[in-house]
């Protein structure tokens, strides 16, 4: 009976989620606005980079661990020059957003996620905290889906190959 209960608990508590390695059709026509103001698909900030490995930082200048967290994404931009930073702003204004970007010296491309938390490319990567960070590689595979710190060793793993 004992065995029984190990394997039974065993059997639940394993993740059998698969970690997707694409993103969805409606992740990818999901849209963002560009720091000039106009409306850009996560399809066409993929196609933009096609060929490079890309980091996806998801924040807010309002959130305190996006902030703790941002030298360990400067230590990352150093160490790894040749990878795209693309950030996602969750912050609550356009305004807010590019005051943050300025005030805390963000590198990297910038777009604000206008559909917020649950619209389509936050459904789909599950969001539910940021900081999040993400990776796709040359080949255009997520290779990184779910990570909330920019240290984390499955990234810098990532990174090195």
């Given at each position: 009976?004992h065995?029984?209960?190990?394997?039974?608990?065993?059997?639940?508590?394993?993740?059998?989620?698969?970690?997707?390695?694409?993103?969805?059709?409606?992740?990818?026509?999901d849209?963002?606005?560009?720091?000039?103001?106009?409306?850009?698909?996560?399809?066409?900030?993929?196609?933009?980079?096609?060929?490079?490995?890309?980091?996806?930082?998801?924040?807010?200048?309002?959130?305190?661990?996006?902030?703790?967290?941002?030298?360990?994404?400067?230590?990352?931009?150093?160490?790894?020059?040749?990878?795209?930073?693309?950030?996602?702003?969750?912050?609550?204004?356009?305004?807010?957003w590019?005051?943050?970007?300025k005030?805390?010296?963000?590198v990297?491309d910038?777009?604000?996620?206008?559909?917020?938390?649950?619209?389509?490319?936050?459904?789909?990567?599950?969001?539910?905290?940021?900081?999040?960070?993400?990776?796709?590689?040359?080949?255009?595979?997520?290779?990184v889906?779910?990570?909330?710190?920019?240290?984390?060793?499955?990234?810098?793993?990532?990174?090195?190959?």
């Amino acid at each position: 009976m004992h065995y029984l209960l190990i394997l039974l608990i065993s059997l639940f508590s394993c993740n059998t989620e698969k970690t997707p390695t694409q993103f969805s059709e409606a992740a990818l026509n999901d849209t963002f606005i560009t720091l000039e103001g106009n409306e850009v698909s996560f399809k066409s900030i993929l196609e933009k980079n096609k060929g490079k490995t890309i980091v996806i930082d998801v924040w807010a200048s309002w959130c305190g661990d996006c902030l703790k967290g941002m030298p360990k994404v400067k230590e990352l931009q150093a160490a790894h020059k040749d990878v795209v930073y693309v950030f996602l702003s969750l912050d609550k204004t356009q305004d807010a957003w590019k005051k943050g970007i300025k005030k805390y010296d963000v590198v990297g491309d910038h777009y604000f996620m206008k559909s917020g938390w649950k619209g389509p490319f936050g459904s789909f990567i599950k969001l539910d905290w940021i900081p999040r960070y993400m990776m796709v590689n040359e080949a255009g595979e997520i290779v990184v889906f779910k990570v909330i710190e920019a240290n984390d060793e499955k990234l810098i793993e990532a990174l090195k190959k």
